[in-house]
Structures are given as structure tokens and as C-alpha cells.
Nanobody
Framework: QVQLVESGGGLVQPGGSLRLSCAAS????????MGWYRQAPGKQRELVAT???????TYTDSVKGRFTISRDNAKNTMYLRMNSLKPEDTAVYYC???????WGRGTQVIVSS
């Protein structure tokens, strides 16, 4: 049984940082493309970043230079480091294995002063 469990969300002031984690079980993050998505209130879910098995990363334009996706193979955990956060980054962030349609339940990020 595959489980993806996100953590690390919270309330942060504009300009602040957070690191989200996605702990996986039942699926190896090192051999699969994984992604972070987010869904803001009243908006569609959007792709934020992806990480392939070969270590290639992609980012949506709005987060380039601010967010970094990475993984720890030994811990089978994926991360999203978010710097210089903006109010428009407020959303529920989801970990996903897109090839298989596996999703976590999400972690809420609120950027507000």
C-alpha cells in the first residue's frame, strides 16, 4: 500500500521560508518521478515542481529561484524548500507520484503578515 504523507506547512510571514517534507512508503522515490502540486482557495491545482529519478528538476515559473525540490533516498523522503515566500504562495501543497496517480493529503501553507 502506497502512502505519501506531507508535513512542514504552517503560517509564515512574507519573505520567510518553510521546508515541506513528503515521507513515502510502498513506493521508492529514487526510481520514480515525483512532484509537488498546490491548490489555492478557489483555484485549480497546479504543478509546482518535479524531480525525476535521474535528478532532473523542473519548476513552474512563479517559483523559479525561490523553491528547491530534493529527496533523501535513504529516508525515502522528498522535500520542497520554499524561500522568499509570497502571499500568493498560500495553498495546500500536495506530494504526488504522477505516473501512478498517488497523492498525499496535503499540508497547508499560509503566507501572511
Amino acid at each position: 500500500q502506497v502512502q505519501l504523507v506531507e508535513s512542514g506547512g504552517g503560517l509564515v510571514q512574507p519573505g520567510g521560508s518553510l521546508r515541506l517534507s513528503c515521507a513515502a512508503s510502498g513506493i521508492s522515490l529514487s526510481i520514480n518521478t515525483m512532484g509537488w502540486y498546490r491548490q489555492a482557495p478557489g483555484k485549480q491545482r497546479e504543478l509546482v515542481a518535479t524531480l525525476t529519478s535521474g535528478g532532473i528538476t523542473t519548476y513552474t515559473d512563479s517559483v523559479k529561484g525561490r523553491f528547491t525540490i530534493s529527496r533523501d533516498n535513504a529516508k525515502n523522503t522528498m522535500y520542497l524548500r520554499m524561500n522568499s515566500l509570497k502571499p500568493e504562495d498560500t495553498a495546500v501543497y500536495y506530494c504526488c507520484a504522477p505516473a501512478f496517480g498517488y497523492w498525499g493529503r496535503g499540508t497547508q501553507v499560509i503566507v501572511s503578515s
